[in-house]
């Protein structure tokens, strides 16, 4: 993957998941090593991110922005209760601003359908509350959310769900 990023000269953004770190690499310190390391060996003057996707673990996160990650995604998909959403982005964003390094910081607040690395996601009107309620109430409700959490800070994107899947869509899929 950085091979091809060097034979287009571009950036790249590297994204793993803390499970696959700990179980193919044994830790973040391990991790960010191998990249740096190939990006040296491929003589990479492009930049490089190392992205770590889907995590919930305040702890993993300092871990691997200590280790050398620079870019994280705060899953809030798990937490069904806004104000709780919100308590938890403000610790984490509190952190990102203490580090006084350039993180990039996304954050997901809506549960996926779908497989995304090694993560299943139960479908967001079973899920997360929004049970009876149409596409377009989710869609609504997604965005007064996005609304409310932008104030608390301009140094994070957000990844939400407006009715959208990862990975391969089933064949009667219909937006």
């Known amino acids: 993957m950085l091979s091809a990023a060097k034979e287009v000269d571009s950036p ?15 830790d973040f310190e391990t991790f960010v090593a191998c990249v740096l390391l190939n990006k040296r060996t ?11 996707d889907h995590e919930t673990d305040f702890a993993r996160i300092i871990q691997a922005v200590n280790s050398g990650f620079n ?5 809030l998909s798990q937490i069904s209760i806004f104000e709780e959403k919100v308590s938890y982005l403000k610790k984490v964003v509190e952190f990102v601003k203490e580090t006084k390094k350039e993180i990039f910081l996304e ?3 809506e549960k996926f359908t779908g497989k995304d690395a090694d993560y299943y996601y139960q479908e967001v009107t079973k899920s997360s ?3 009876g309620f149409s596409k377009e109430k ?9 609304e409310e959490l932008s104030k608390l800070s301009d140094k994070f ?3 939400l769900n407006m009715n959208n899947i990862h990975g391969i869509y089933p064949r009667d899929w219909r937006v």
């Open 12 to 26: 790249i953004i590297v994204a793993v998941t803390s499970h696959i770190v700990f179980s193919r690499f044994g």
């Open 42 to 52: 491929l003589k990479i003057k492009s930049p490089v991110a190392i992205h770590l």
């Open 71 to 75: 870019s994280v995604m705060l899953d």
């Open 107 to 109: 954050v997901e607040f």
């Open 129 to 131: 509350g929004y049970s």
């Open 138 to 146: 989710i869609a609504n409700q997604s965005f007064r959310e996005a």
């Open 157 to 159: 994107a957000f990844a």
